[in-house]
């Protein structure tokens, strides 16, 4: 276990330097309008992970297999390693799928997650960014701990730096498919190599604002190291373009202990999602609204009703399964669009909201 963890710790140590230099030599460091609070987040948060949260989950594991399970101690052992190998990653990734997936549609996660989608530029680092806590509950990261303590810890290791290479190398600015798309051959070689590992074009399309760019979709591909599960559950966007605003689609600006320590730390901005007193109010109303739109142009519906610009998204949504709904005017001029959020022919308005309405006055008069 000893070797494996130092072989994994080198050569992830030595990706990241890589990376790093690569970046710096063209560049990109140089650009980056990070504050030294968001530097110190994402160096931060590697370090910890890395040197605490990882070692203690390992030794939380090893004492609760040798107290409860000590017979099942190197069951693995015996296992071929190209065998042994795509078992733990497959797995691994599959977990960190859902789990990721999880971030973006349960409130609680997203908390724990969404300083990930705050960065306003992409880089080595940001794959490291993301509150302790979200780490700590980690599935993959438990399921490393298993697999090590029942003999896997060299498949393990080498599965980690395979996966540490295709992460950290997704998140770069140093885009190695860029140039592979260009030409035919190799673009064709990229069809299927996108199939079956992220790319960093599928993951920075993760990393936009929002789908009115027509590359992002921030609500999908949710894969780490394999881009099959979201190709296998519906998530999949493939563009092969690059986004031009990362971020989320409006700006926050707290403090990152709060990012980083939530629920530990809260935000002092009441009006923060990490502040304790924050409550996402809903803004939609029974009326639809009659808005000047632009033919040809595309917009963004805001379908979840917590909105703070109806009937547009302004990503209020995050945390959430509700997603908005991406729509391109047929016409100029004054449209009836819908802010019930109960039409069947979104986001147009088809009167749904006055059979809402009629049970709401109903249900009021019962209670009264």
């Known amino acids: 276990m000893k070797e494996g963890i130092s072989f994994d710790v080198y050569l992830v140590l030595g990706i990241l330097v890589f990376f790093a230099l690569m970046e710096i030599l063209v560049g ?13 987040q994402e160096a931060g948060g590697f370090l910890v992970l890395s040197l605490l949260i990882k070692p203690l989950i390992v030794l939380a594991v090893f004492f609760i297999g040798n107290t409860f399970f000590p017979h ?6 015996s296992w071929n390693l190209w065998l042994l190998l795509p078992f733990y990653l497959l797995i691994d990734d599959l977990l960190q799928y859902w789990y990721h997936r999880s971030g973006h549609e349960y409130e609680f996660l997203w908390k724990l997650h969404r300083s990930h989608h705050q960065a306003e530029q992409m ?21 490393l701990a298993i697999i090590t303590f029942l003999g896997g810890g060299f498949a393990v290791a080498i599965g980690l730096v395979a996966k540490q290479l295709v992460i950290i190398g997704s998140h770069s600015t140093i885009s190695w498919d ?64 690059f986004p031009t605003d990362y971020g989320l689609q409006v700006a ?33 109303e029974f009326e639809p609204i009659q808005i000047e739109l632009t033919q040809g142009q595309k917009y963004l519906w805001c ?66």
Request: aromatic share 12%; glycine share 8%.
């Open 28 to 40: 990109h460091l140089k650009q980056s309008k990070r504050n030294k609070g968001e530097w110190f």
């Open 72 to 77: 099942l101690q190197q069951t693995l052992s």
């Open 123 to 143: 880089g080595f680092f940001i794959s490291y960014r993301n509150a302790g806590l979200y780490y700590v509950m980690m599935p993959n990261i438990w399921w």
């Open 178 to 241: 860029k140039p592979l798309y260009k030409n035919k051959i190799t673009a064709s070689l990229m069809t299927m190599i996108e199939r079956i590992i992220v790319t960093p074009a599928f993951h920075h399309g993760h990393h936009g604002q929002s789908k009115l760019d027509g590359i992002s979709d921030p609500n999908g591909n949710f894969g780490n190291m394999f881009s099959i599960w979201d190709q296998l559950f519906g998530s999949a966007v493939f563009t092969r373009q």
């Open 252 to 284: 926050t600006n707290e403090n990152w202990t709060a990012s980083y320590f939530y629920p530990l730390v809260k935000s002092k901005d009441n009006k923060n999602i990490l502040s304790k007193s924050f409550v996402k109010e809903k803004t939609s």
């Open 303 to 368: 379908q979840c009703g917590k909105s703070k610009t109806q009937p547009f998204c302004d990503g209020s949504h995050h945390g959430s399964k509700v997603k908005p709904v991406l729509f391109e005017s047929k016409k100029t001029g004054k449209v009836s669009l819908c802010n019930c959020k109960g039409t069947k022919n979104p986001p147009y308005c088809d009167g749904s909201h006055k059979s809402l309405k009629k049970e709401f006055d109903m249900l009021f008069k019962s209670v009264d």
